[in-house]
């Protein structure tokens, strides 16, 4: 019995730490213009091909992949981003989180 309860604990546990790392949220439409815009305005990488268009950052104003935004042409956004932060828009999805008052 011992045994059960403590691999339920692992594995919820595990679970929850899993969800710290990475955050995933759909988005509003946007269009390969305005996706575009936003990704040079934070310093990212734009790409699109015939299965859509996204945009690639390190979440510090460089080029990379540890925050994402990929978009299926007339569908919704998905936001990917590191650190388990919350996501409103495609801005604070490409960027770094602000620092917080204290």
Request: glycine share 12%; with cysteine; hydrophobic share 35%.
């Amino acid at each position: 019995m011992r045994k059960i309860i403590a691999i339920l604990i692992l594995f919820g546990s595990l679970g929850f730490a899993a969800t710290a790392f990475a955050n995933d949220v759909t988005l509003a439409l946007q269009t390969p213009e305005a996706l575009k815009a936003v990704c040079e305005k934070v310093g990212g990488h734009f790409s699109q091909d015939s299965s859509g268009y996204e945009c690639g950052t390190d979440c510090h104003g460089k080029p990379g992949t540890s925050c994402t935004v990929f978009c299926k042409p007339g569908a919704k956004c998905y936001a990917q981003a590191m650190g388990g932060r919350r996501i409103h828009n495609v801005e604070s999805a490409l960027e770094a989180p602000g620092k917080h008052a204290r």
